[in-house]
């Protein structure tokens, strides 16, 4: 299972990271690491200007990214289209690989687009009572808040779940890196 960090949880440094391992930057002109990084974009669930967004496609190809973390997206049909125009026009521009962020189950036509699509973003009470209902093996599950001696067994739940990426790691949205002082504990 790729391992997916969302801006909130840099990998710890003693975590070696591979091949299967994107790192989400919040801003261009941060990069931390030479690995694979993907730029987030805020769709702010559908409500940002597509020219915001594609203002924001062009600083990431500029800084040199490898993709896109197109966060908060929305999950209903009425923003397939704008979802779909920004992806195609991300990859006009080459970026190619693209991750998309509703956090929960999107209406089935973002099938046809072509990305990743992370169908759990929440916290660890949630993601152990989630039936999974309307995500598909490979998709994405990002799990916060999990209890650092649960981490391991988060990490295979979410692959009896059928993650194809994501991660379990004891930090929160809202408790950031820097206000911890330590990287994400991910689980191994």
């Not at 991750?99 to 916290?123: A, K, M, Q």
């Not at 979410?158 to 994501?166: I, K, L, Y």
Request: glycine letters at 12%; proline letters at 8%; a neutral charge.
């Amino acid at each position: 299972m790729k391992t997916l960090f969302p801006p909130y949880a840099h990998p710890s440094p003693s975590l070696e990271l591979d091949a299967d391992t994107w790192i989400v930057r919040e801003h261009p002109g941060d990069r931390r690491t030479l690995h694979q990084s993907l730029g987030r974009i805020d769709l702010d669930w559908g409500s940002r200007s597509l020219a915001d967004v594609l203002t924001d496609v062009d600083a990431w190809r500029a800084d040199g990214v490898e993709g896109l973390f197109l966060d908060r997206a929305p999950a209903g049909s009425g923003g397939v289209g704008p979802v779909a125009l920004t992806v195609r026009l991300a990859a006009r521009r080459g970026l190619h690989r693209v991750v998309l962020n509703p956090g929960v189950p999107t209406h089935p036509l973002y099938r046809d687009l072509g990305v990743r699509i992370c169908s759990f973003e929440g916290p660890w009470d949630a993601y152990q009572n989630w039936d999974g209902d309307g995500s598909r093996p490979g998709d994405g599950h990002i799990v916060h808040g999990v209890p650092p001696e649960l981490l391991t067994a988060a990490r295979r739940l979410m692959g009896r779940r059928g993650a194809g990426f994501g991660l379990a790691t004891d930090l929160s949205p809202r408790r950031s890196v820097a206000t911890s002082g330590r990287g994400a504990h991910a689980a191994e």
